[in-house]
T-cell receptor
Framework: EAGVTQFPSHSVIEKGQTVTLRCDPI?????LYWYRRVMGKEIKFLLH????????ESGMPNNRFLAERTGGTYSTLKVQPAELEDSGVYFC????????????????FGEGSRLTVL | DAKTTQPPSMDCAEGRAANLPCNHS???????VYWYRQIHSQGPQYIIH???NNETNEMASLIITEDRKSSTLILPHATLRDTAVYYC?????????????FGQGTRLTINP
């Protein structure tokens, strides 16, 4: 079974440009999360989708960030325009709705997309 | 979600048991204790979780004190590949609302 996949693995852009990160969750997982870790800081929650609906977007830093999940499958996170402080690693995770159906209710994380804004 | 306190770093010899402590003195009755780890630059990986009973799986054991104010993650036979940052997280297990709040974690180094 394929895990959570993220693309690109690394993106280098200039300040003011736009970047779109993509996440493909594990098939059948209704929950999809975005997290990020900026240099030297903790991993921070950004938002949570349940299928195509935003359940919790309290962690989105500002309106330069836009997340979508069309059809409740893959998700994209767009940063427009990118700023220097947006550099970091963006993680996506997915899980099933009901804890216990997969044994743990755990979140499965992707390898992350590293964003470097110059 | 309750806050957790972990030592910033620990060392352990390869082959020995690694015992990682976590304090969660403000934990509520319906909050679970979860452990995740992040190996180098990979995505976080689930290890184990529990409510009040001790738990064991193929990766580790989780010992939760009777008052639930602290817990210990035990890696019984640590290997070099267990070098990682370990996160203790407490959260309410609510269906459809499984947000994790990461702290600083413990950087565990396994030495040969």
């Amino acid at each position: 079974e394929a895990g959570v996949t993220q693309f690109p693995s690394h993106s280098v852009i200039e300040k003011g440009q736009t970047v779109t990160l993509r996440c493909d969750p594990i098939s059948g997982h209704d929950n999809l999360y975005w997290y990020r870790r900026v240099m030297g800081k903790e991993i921070k929650f950004l938002l949570h989708f349940v299928k195509e609906s935003k359940q919790d977007e309290s962690g989105m830093p500002n309106n330069r960030f836009l997340a979508e999940r069309t059809g409740g499958t893959y998700s994209t996170l767009k940063v427009q325009p990118a700023e220097l402080e947006d550099s970091g690693v963006y993680f996506c995770a997915s899980s099933q709705v009901r804890p216990g159906t997969s044994g743990t209710g755990e979140l499965f994380f992707g390898e992350g997309s590293r964003l470097t804004v110059l | 979600d309750a806050k957790t306190t972990q030592p910033p770093s620990m060392d352990c010899a390869e082959g020995r048991a690694a015992n990682l402590p976590c304090n969660h003195s403000t934990i509520s009755g319906n909050e679970y204790v979860y452990w995740y780890r992040q190996i180098h630059s990979q995505g976080p990986q689930y290890i184990i979780h529990g409510l009040k009973n001790n738990e064991t799986n193929e990766m580790a054991s989780l010992i939760i004190t009777e008052d639930r104010k602290s817990s210990t993650l035990i890696l019984p036979h640590a290997t070099l590949r267990d070098t990682a940052v370990y996160y203790c997280i407490v959260r309410v297990e609510v269906i459809g609302a499984q947000k994790l709040v990461f702290g600083q974690g413990t950087r565990l180094t396994i030495n040969p």
